[in-house]
């Protein structure tokens, strides 16, 4: 899962990142309005953590320029005690959920865990993520089809998981290496396709009837053979 955390204050806005690394999400960090909008116009977050004070632009002002580009991704507004009435604004412009400074990690945490699996539940069942016969148990890492199963690596797994909730779907590589590495990550196209073929011989092993298609110059699709 990755989050984006947009936030003016840089020493929350850090330890959150820290915090949410711990927690197996990726979190990147915004420290205005201008820049996390252009962050949140990318599409490629599960959940984007929204301060409402912010320079640049304020964090309303984000989430409607946002929810107007059509990007859907739940957000939780963090607003300073008071602010009672930019709650209901933020409720009203598209916000999924709000917390009130200051707030517990744990809590924060929580929510974000609940606006995450909202938007992939009806993929989730029992812990993992199917498609076909495919099936990925988010927790142990662990990719099954019919009783023939191999253990993923952390990059491959997060590479496997991106996949399945967009299977049938074209993924670019620029996608990819910026969801599974990040924006400040040396790694190119290169690293991605290694760890596609890792994926493709594993896909092979487990006699998978899915597989991961190159379209040639924009990046990759899993569907069935
Ligand atoms: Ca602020």
Same mark, same amino acid.
């Given at each position: ?58 964090? =309303?002002?984000? @989430? ?6 059509? %990007?859907? /991704?739940?957000?939780? *507004? #963090? ?79 997060? =590479?496997?998981? @991106? ?6 779907? %074209?993924? /670019?590589?620029?996608? *990819? #290496? ?48």
């Amino acid at each position: 899962m990755r989050v984006l955390i947009i936030e003016d204050e840089k020493r929350l806005a850090d330890a959150l990142v820290q915090i949410f690394g711990k927690n197996k999400m990726t979190a990147d960090a915004s420290y205005n309005g201008i820049d996390g909008l252009d962050n949140a116009l990318t599409g490629i977050y599960d959940v984007i953590v929204l301060d409402i004070m912010l320079p640049g632009m304020n964090g =309303i002002e984000v @989430l409607g320029k946002m929810r107007r580009e059509g %990007i859907k /991704t739940p957000v939780i *507004l #963090l607003t300073a005690k008071d602010e009672i009435s930019d709650k209901v604004k933020g409720l009203d412009s598209g916000a999924d959920d709000y917390l009130t400074k200051p707030f517990s990690t744990e809590e924060l945490l929580a929510r974000v865990r609940a606006l995450g699996r909202r938007t992939a539940t009806e993929l989730i069942c029992d812990n993992s993520l199917s498609f076909d016969d495919l099936s990925l148990d988010i927790s142990s890492y662990i990719l099954t089809c019919q009783g023939n199963s191999v253990k993923l690596g952390l990059k491959e797994f997060s =590479i496997m998981e @991106l996949l399945i909730r967009n299977a049938n779907k %074209i993924i /670019t590589k620029e996608n *990819l #290496l910026v969801k599974i590495w990040g924006y400040e990550s040396d790694a190119e196209y290169n690293n991605v396709e290694v760890y596609i073929s890792f994926l493709r011989k594993k896909l092979g092993y487990i006699k998978s009837n899915v597989s991961i298609k190159t379209q040639r110059g924009v990046g990759y699709i899993l569907e069935v053979k």
